[in-house]
């Protein structure tokens, strides 16, 4: 394992390659504990024609929520769902707590009650499914490998398997305006070129210290290529001890030139000594949350600090 890490390049220091080689496999060095809260269903192995593999779905159904009641509610569907409700399958034994944070939102009216989806990763396809190009996985490597760039056909397994999936199964509110896109690190840049590729479908966007590096800045390529802003509210993020924070800077700099403005529709966040880890995205998920899906009856978004 230390030999593969050190092989990395040095622009892929947020680790998300050498996470690559052991994400989802965390229960084989941790015993940690189960630590779901809240009425939780689980869907084991749900199948996937589009990219011909199964995963796990962890659905978090808000507080009061009731089968035969005519609410519906709001969607986020969240990347690498190992690590966002529970400790015992999450990457290192540590978990996002959206579970516990969204229980204390909702209870607290800071924000909507929302169905939370949990999308596991493959393991060994999680680079490919979420990189939007064929990028080099080991630019140190002897011989180049390259990721398959799958993140559109991951985005089609979303919008055309899972999604339906839960619509027919839960008490949603189906369009793009109640439903949101969520992830970290590769999940991060995922999420939004997803998202700029199907605002139809999600227009909610939880963006969290994005490999805006990946591919030569693909993303950038990806931005300049739309002719106009999609209706897009995007939630992005980085913490100052990550290697190239300052990326993030440079990515809301062309999301505001492309018609996106602060406070309103785009919230960028830097973490002061934050870093690129499990821990430090479980720090942000209240104030991303509380930006996207703020109660029916707030009128404005506060502006959040960035400590």
């Known amino acids: 394992m230390s030999a593969q890490i050190a092989s990395l390049p040095n622009r892929a220091a947020d680790w998300e390659l050498a996470l690559h080689f052991i994400f989802g496999e965390a229960s084989r060095f941790l015993m940690a504990?189960?630590?779901?809260?809240?009425?939780?269903?689980?869907?084991?192995?749900?199948?996937?024609?589009?990219?011909?593999?199964?995963?796990?779905?962890?659905?978090?159904l808000p507080r009061g929520y009731r089968r035969l009641s005519r609410r519906r509610y709001s969607v986020l569907y969240l990347h690498d769902g190992q690590n966002v409700f529970d400790a015992a399958t999450s990457f290192s034994g540590v978990e996002w707590g959206v579970d516990e944070t969204a229980e204390r939102l909702t209870k607290e009216k800071l924000i909507e009650p929302l169905?939370?989806?949990?999308?596991?990763?493959?393991?060994?396809?999680?680079?490919?499914?979420?990189?939007?190009?064929?990028?080099?996985?080991?630019?140190?490597?002897?011989?180049?490998?390259?990721?398959?760039?799958?993140?559109?056909?991951?985005?089609h397994f979303l919008m055309e398997e899972l999604k339906p999936y839960i619509d027919r199964k839960y008490l949603t509110k189906p369009s793009a305006e109640f439903t949101g896109l969520g992830g970290s690190s590769l999940g991060g840049l995922a999420t939004l070129a997803i998202g700029i590729l199907y605002p139809h479908v999600f227009s909610r966007l939880m963006v969290l210290s994005p490999s805006i590096w990946w591919d030569d800045f693909a993303i950038y390529r990806l931005l300049d290529s739309i002719a106009q802003k999609p209706a897009l509210k995007i939630w992005l993020d980085t913490g100052t001890a990550e290697p190239g924070w300052e990326q993030g800077r440079e990515l809301v700099k062309r999301l505001v030139e492309k018609g996106w403005k602060p406070s309103k529709d785009l919230q960028y966040m830097e973490a002061q000594g934050a870093d690129h880890s499990e821990a430090a995205w479980a720090a942000r998920v209240e104030p991303a949350l509380r930006f996207l899906f703020p109660p029916a009856n707030k009128l404005e978004i506060p502006r959040l600090r960035s400590e």
């Open 115 to 155: 169905i939370i989806v949990a999308v596991a990763n493959v393991g060994d396809e999680r680079i490919n499914e979420y990189a939007p190009t064929r990028g080099v996985i080991d630019a140190k490597a002897k011989r180049k490998k390259r990721s398959k760039g799958l993140a559109r056909k991951y985005g």
């Open 33 to 60: 504990k189960h630590t779901l809260t809240g009425n939780i269903k689980r869907h084991r192995g749900f199948p996937s024609k589009i990219l011909g593999n199964r995963r796990d779905i962890l659905v978090y």
